[in-house]
């Protein structure tokens, strides 16, 4: 149905910066909403960062002030800018999509991850 596809991941030492992608393989549904979620070893998936479609962008408390999501509506590819980085942001970085149908039901999708390191 709806493909994510991520890039961007990676090593990096702390202070350091890396930006995620992530896009959508089709614009025919309405998009709710694009985020991402993190899940580092031993811990649950926890939200990093979510914009809704004429709404609002939302940040965990962790990284905000560090990173910035955005979207390209045209592309449907949604971003996460993630600047002075820290250990403890090592994680599986997912991406998210949320499409509304006609019914105006919601379905999430999500990308295959990336690996994001941070270490010295």
């Known amino acids: 149905q709806v493909q994510l596809v991520e890039s961007g991941g990676g090593l990096v030492q702390p202070g350091g910066s890396l930006r995620l992608s992530c896009a959508a393989s089709r614009t025919t549904l309405t998009t709710y909403a694009m985020g991402w979620y993190r899940q580092a070893p031993g811990r649950q998936r926890d939200l990093v960062a979510k914009?809704?479609?004429?709404?609002?962008?939302d940040y965990a408390d962790s990284v905000k002030g560090r990173f910035t999501i955005s979207r390209d509506v045209v592309k449907n590819t949604v971003y996460l800018q993630m600047n002075s980085l820290k250990p403890e942001d090592t994680a599986v970085y997912y991406c998210?999509?949320?499409?509304?149908?006609?019914?105006?039901?919601?379905?999430?999708?999500w990308g295959q991850g990336t690996q994001v390191t941070v270490s010295s």
């Open positions: 998210y999509i949320v499409v509304l149908t006609s019914t105006l039901s919601d379905y999430t999708y």
């Open positions: 914009i809704i479609t004429g709404g609002s962008i």
